[in-house]
């Protein structure tokens, strides 16, 4: 069994910023997820499943492409064995899995921007919109018991989302994975290939970034476009 240490995670592998003024005071956990607790006051909330499958460590991730290298749905559900603030702040978390110990960090801006508590979803709302009276014939409405009976009412309903949806994403990976559904092509020097968006989920086969410099140019149309095109080829 291999035992791999937090400090062996690179920085977190996406384009957002990490920078957080706050710090996490204290953390408490149970196996199926763990709670931040910040010094500003604020209350965060991370399923396992969710912190598992957000690993950024070199065995999750690979170190060039900082692509996923770990699929949720080949390993059973993680549980969480130790849950603690290393002395650099980062959130050290200890997964128990299939009777191995896999032990990943996150730093504290990551998870300060991924936080839903009430007070972090007001603060990334997006700006109020225009309006004028015309808009009484699309006012969105909602009974105000069936949305609202209290945080803990919000927060249930909220949280009874995750298993739901890593069921219905695990559901999607098995048929990606199923080659009923997969079409092979290679592309040579100057080859085209066009595909809806909406459709189809497009990807490459595995390659290894030290061979060599691959040249892949993307561009994207409007659908619309397409659709005049169309238009304009029917009148000639």
Avoid: K
């Amino acid at each position: 069994m291999r035992f791999e240490t937090a400090h062996e995670a690179p920085a977190m592998a996406d384009l957002a910023r990490y920078h957080t003024a706050h710090a996490i005071t204290r953390v408490t956990h149970d196996s199926g997820r763990v709670v931040l607790y910040w010094d500003d006051g604020r209350v965060s909330r991370f399923p396992a499943e969710w912190l598992r499958d957000n690993c950024p460590c070199p065995r999750c991730r690979h170190p060039q492409a900082l692509e996923r290298t770990y699929l949720f749905i080949d390993h059973p559900p993680p549980a969480i064995g130790e849950a603690s603030v290393d002395d650099q702040g980062d959130l050290e978390v200890r997964f128990e899995q299939q009777g191995e110990r896999h032990v990943t960090r996150f730093a504290p801006g990551w998870l300060r921007e991924r936080c839903c508590s009430p007070e972090a979803l007001a603060e990334r709302a997006a700006a109020p919109e225009a309006w004028d009276t015309s808009i009484r014939s699309r006012l969105p409405t909602v009974a105000w018991t069936d949305y609202m009976n209290g945080n803990a009412g919000m927060r249930a309903w909220i949280e009874a989302l995750i298993d739901p949806m890593y069921a219905a994403l695990g559901t999607l990976w098995r048929m990606l994975r199923d080659p009923r559904y997969h079409l092979d092509l290679r592309l040579e020097a100057g080859d085209l290939i066009a595909y809806d968006n909406n459709r189809v989920l497009h990807g490459r086969a595995a390659f290894d970034v030290r061979t060599g410099e691959r040249h892949l140019q993307g561009c994207y149309l409007n659908a619309e476009d397409l659709a005049s095109r169309q238009r304009l080829l029917d009148r000639a």
